[in-house]
């Protein structure tokens, strides 16, 4: 059985996975030959993370089988996987920076001497495994002095290092460049070729149609299906990830777009506008009293332009015009003092302060601008909150209540709140409606376009399309972070902008 | 190929040997007989305590660590050693011995509740040090000399090497360079050794390479624990006395020759030459401040500024082997 060589080298079957409250997979099959690169697609939260950790050994299946090469394993720990043959190249390096390369190949199964660790040997150990991804550098210096490039390489070398079969590269291209991407993929050819099976889970279509033979796509913890490379077309690949089923959106009517002309100036102009490595460059420009979406799958660089905006990170490159005045956003308080707002995605890590009352959390960010040493007065927080949890129709019992004790969709709106008291002129929303039910969504829609009507520009995030559609006059298509589209008028659809983010001219 | 460059890592380390070789070359200028042997002898003898115990600070704040019980256990030993010798009339070597295993020990429970219930060792070593300074009180609540011959003759005598008509090594420096030495080889010519480095550079990689990161943290304060337990050995030695109150904030004179000795408070980065180097640098000071007739406490002084500015150093050199890596990625 083991040494047929037509059967797969993993077959997982019926694999099911829940944590406290969420079912991260079910009833997931998944199958990888030998001598195949094969992709493991989905959008958040589809389950492909929990899926590697759980056939590397660092999270227990609740059910399932696993063979590898016919035989069924069960692997209890990252050390026990490695013994079987399964080897993993984590998205972040996850390497020890201050020890050389050579170390960090051979760490834990280092060549010893009389039980000495033998460091001749090492170097000469590590310089073979590196000669298997065709790199040749100084082993013996520290592995922090070296480009991502060579590090992920040097984790790929101490993957294959141990006789590996099955090697899983989770995300590795995702903080390489092109040269590198395509060096990388020079090695993982070679590696094919010498009988190995690679899953590679990653968010970039085109390193997906240039590298992988076959494609497995999950959402929410099931399996969609696994298709041949070269049978799948790259709208339907989408289409499957985002989960709307490409006949139904290409026959559906198509969306009302132009949603409200807008009534204002030009407020935020980008030229050529990005960070190296990050995302960019982008080129658009927004109005006052203007709604424009930026879409694309996630990992496309959407919120990476939101943060560069608002100076979470500095822009390397172009040029950011605010209401006409060209500008370097530094920090977020410099963003904040000009006008702009930001809600972030992750709205529990960046956002709330769950222990703190409604009252509180809406009145942060505006008593953060005053100063400390000019306190509001307690009625104008009273005041202040009032008028937003009507305004919003924030369901609490009072402003006292501990915002944790809230619904997701009156965090939303709490945060939302916050950011309104400052009174800004740029509104940028990340995901506002994620994890959020349905009928706070609808509202949370119905709030941003009164925002808009009120004369606010607004720069909205979001995957589902159908709310970006909706929502939106313009929408900016974002792909492998860069700007690929700008969809307007008759041509904002969700089928459009689907179309803009396979990349149009490869599709169907 | 890129130019061959010091590795900044190594930075602190020549530093420390810099400011080391400073420090002694000052005396020699200033005082007539700084440079003789009996002043290189008491170097080593009379800072023994502070290197065995420093040695093991070495190993846990390597591996990410903190432990703040040396001081408590080196008074604990010392006092357990006394009243085994001298009331029970146990054999010195049983004595030793037995003190050794419990200071091992204690190290060894520590590092397990620090593993087992993810526990900040700040904390378990806090605690460790209320305990351990409590029993030694426990034992004896006042100190008492050991007149036993294994200590007037043998560790004094026998044991100590006779260099010159006047001078001699005395044992407890000897204690002082053998534990250097092997702790010179574990930190790196053993997988232990380098485990413990990779678990202090980075915990998760550490977990997710497949390193034995359990173990290897109950290891660090056992090595901890012995050499705490060592240090009071060696403090019978120099002083044929044990004390309950001995070496208060003892570990902390450790964890200040360990940082001067160029090892980074968060763990993965330094060496054991280092704070050799370090508790010699203390030393020196020490030595200086007397021989100038100061007070004593100027010593307090120049170490506390002398530590601020290795900190300094060190911000520097990581701040710009910072920028190093960052140009190599983008640049």
């Known amino acids: 059985m083991a040494s047929d060589a037509s059967a797969p080298l993993l077959e997982i079957r019926g694999l099911t996975k829940s944590f406290p409250g969420v079912k991260a997979l079910e009833g997931v099959d998944f199958t990888v030959r030998r001598g195949e690169v094969h992709a493991l697609m989905g959008e958040n939260g589809a389950g492909k993370s929990t899926l590697i950790k759980v056939l590397t050994g660092v999270y227990a299946p609740d059910g399932g089988t696993f063979r590898l090469g016919g035989a069924v394993i069960r692997p209890a720990s990252t050390k026990e996987a490695e013994a079987v043959g399964i080897s993993t190249v984590y998205q972040e390096v996850n390497l020890i920076p201050h020890l050389s390369v050579a170390e960090n190949i051979c760490l834990g199964r280092q060549p010893t001497r009389f039980g000495f660790v033998d460091w001749a040997g090492m170097t000469r150990r590590a310089v073979a495994a590196l000669a298997r991804v065709d790199l040749r550098i100084d082993v013996r210096r520290p592995l922090s002095s070296y ?245 919003l129709g924030i369901s609490t019992p009072g402003p006292e209540q501990a915002v944790m004790n809230l619904s997701g969709g009156n965090q939303q709106k709490v945060l939302l709140a916050r950011w309104l008291a400052l009174q800004p002129r740029l509104l940028i929303l990340d995901e506002p409606t994620r994890g959020i039910d349905v009928g706070a969504k609808a509202e949370i829609e119905k709030l941003v376009q009164s925002l808009r009507a009120k004369g606010l520009a607004i720069l909205f995030i979001s995957s589902e399309l159908e709310e970006v559609v909706r929502g939106c006059r313009r929408v900016v298509v974002l792909r492998d972070r860069v700007q690929v589209g700008e969809l307007t008028g008759p041509a904002l659809t969700e089928e459009g902008i689907l179309q803009t983010i396979a990349g149009a001219s490869h599709a169907p | 190929m890129k130019p061959p460059r010091l590795n900044s890592q190594y930075i602190p380390l020549v530093a420390t040997g810099v400011v080391l070789a400073v420090l002694y070359v000052t005396g020699g200028c200033l005082f007539p007989n700084f440079f003789s042997l009996r002043v290189l002898v008491n170097l080593f003898g009379g800072n023994a305590v502070l290197g065995v115990a420093a040695i093991g600070a070495t190993f846990v704040i390597l591996s990410g660590g903190i432990d703040l019980s040396v001081g408590a256990v080196i008074g604990f030993t010392s006092i357990l050693i006394a009243t085994l010798v001298e009331e029970h009339h146990v054999a010195p070597l049983l004595a030793i011995s037995l003190a050794l295993l419990l200071g091992t020990g204690f190290g060894a429970g520590m590092g397990a509740l620090i593993q087992r219930f993810e526990l900040p060792p700040f904390l378990v070593t806090l605690a460790g040090m209320f305990l351990a300074r409590g029993l030694a009180f426990v034992v004896r609540p006042d100190n008492l000399g050991i007149h036993h011959p294994f200590y007037a003759e043998g560790i004094n005598h026998s044991l100590a090497l006779q260099l010159d008509s006047r001078v001699s090594w005395p044992f407890a420096a000897t204690c002082f360079v053998a534990l250097f030495l092997v702790a010179l080889v574990l930190a790196h010519y053993t997988r232990l050794g380098r485990n413990i480095y990779a678990l202090g550079g980075d915990e998760t990689s550490a977990r997710l390479m497949g390193l034995p990161v359990a173990r290897t943290k109950i290891a660090t304060y056992t090595i901890g624990g012995f050499c705490s337990a060592l240090a009071g050995v060696v403090y019978t030695f120099t002083t044929q006395n044990g004390d309950p109150a001995a070496c208060v904030g003892k570990e902390l004179e450790a964890i200040a020759a360990v940082v001067i000795g160029g090892t980074l408070l968060s763990g993965g980065v330094g060496f054991v030459a280092g704070t050799g180097m370090g508790v010699l640098i203390l030393g020196l000071i020490q030595t200086l401040i007397t021989y100038q007739n100061l007070n004593s406490w100027w010593t307090v002084i120049v170490v506390g500024l002398l530590l601020l500015l290795f900190i300094l150093l060190q911000n520097v050199v990581s701040a710009l082997s910072g920028r190093l890596d960052n140009t190599a990625r983008h640049g």
């Open chain 1, 147 to 391: 480009s991502i490039a060579i590090q992920q390489l040097t984790a790929l070398a101490r993957a294959l290092d141990v006789s590996a079969r099955l090697l899983i590269l989770d995300e590795p291209t995702s903080s390489l460049d092109a040269r590198e991407v395509g060096e990388l993929f020079q090695v993982l050819r070679k590696l094919r070729a010498e009988g190995l099976g690679i899953v590679m889970v990653t968010h970039f279509l085109d390193q997906v149609y240039a590298i992988a033979d076959r494609i497995t796509v999950l959402r929410d913890g099931r399996l969609v299906g696994e298709y041949e490379t070269a049978k799948l077309p790259r709208m339907e690949l989408v289409s499957r990830m985002v989960g709307r089923d490409w006949s139904a959106v290409a026959a559906a009517p198509r969306a009302v777009a132009g949603v409200g002309e807008p009534t204002g100036e030009v407020l935020l102009e980008l030229r050529n506008f990005g960070r190296p490595g990050l995302v960019g460059p982008v080129d658009f420009s927004l109005r006052a009293g203007e709604v424009m979406g930026l879409a694309g799958l996630l990992g496309s660089g959407r919120t990476e332009t939101a943060r560069l905006i608002f100076g979470i990170e500095r822009a390397r490159t172009g040029e950011m015009r605010l209401g006409g005045r060209p500008i370097k956003v530094h920090s977020p308080r410099q963003a904040i003092r000009e006008g702009l707002a930001f809600t972030s995605e992750n709205r529990k890590l960046e956002g709330i302060i769950p222990h703190l009352s409604v009252r509180e959390n809406i009145i942060l960010a505006l008593q953060a601008r005053e100063g400390l040493l000019r306190p509001l007065p307690r009625a104008r927080q009273l005041a202040l909150a009032d008028e937003f949890i009507q305004l």
